[in-house]
């Protein structure tokens, strides 16, 4: 076998798995995960009445929707009008564990808490990119994404690549 048809094998496998790491390889339970910022169950209210302040505020924050009248306003649930701010200020400051902490008073999960009329932007509908940690959690309604089986099946497909590579090469 020629040393340049090993090589672009090589090279082809090596971009089919990036490919697949990317969520492009179809089928498989790979892709996309959408991400929310919310406030947490155990989180005190006083706490996150400060930090709805901070993020409506000096964070810069849209909270026209928990305004009263408006999708997402309810004077009895502060941990919904929290989160909706929380999450706002998270796809607004780019989508960072950083940016999803108000003094560790939330964490992002995968499940969406958009409710009635209240819709919540997702890190789907920003960039597309995360670039923080997901070793955060609200207990059952959230997922830990860095013990997914979906990273542990790159490292597989990557090893399987490089073997059946290194083979024709040789």
């Not at 959408?34 to 709805?52: F, H, M, P, T, Y």
């Not at 994404?145 to 090469?169: G, K, V």
Request: hydrophobic share 35%; charged share 10%.
């Amino acid at each position: 076998m020629s040393p340049k048809f090993s090589l672009s094998l090589l090279l082809f496998s090596l971009i089919s798995t990036l490919c697949a790491a990317q969520g492009g390889g179809g089928g498989g339970g790979g892709g996309t995960v959408q991400l929310w910022c919310v406030a947490k169950n155990n989180a005190e209210d006083a706490a996150l009445q400060s930090a709805i302040d901070w993020a409506c505020g000096p964070g810069g924050a849209n909270c026209g929707p928990i305004q009263p009248g408006e999708p997402c306003y309810d004077a009895s649930d502060i941990q919904k009008t929290a989160s909706y701010a929380f999450n706002d200020y998270f796809i607004r400051h780019g989508m960072t564990e950083d940016a999803c902490n108000f003094d560790n008073n939330a964490a992002l999960i995968s499940i969406n808490p958009s409710h009635g009329g209240c819709k919540f932007p997702s890190s789907k509908n920003g960039s597309g990119n995360f670039s923080g940690s997901t070793n955060v959690g609200l207990g059952p309604a959230s997922e830990d994404l860095s013990s997914s089986s979906y990273i542990p099946r790159i490292y597989i497909l990557m090893a399987i690549n490089l073997l059946f590579s290194s083979l024709l090469i040789l």
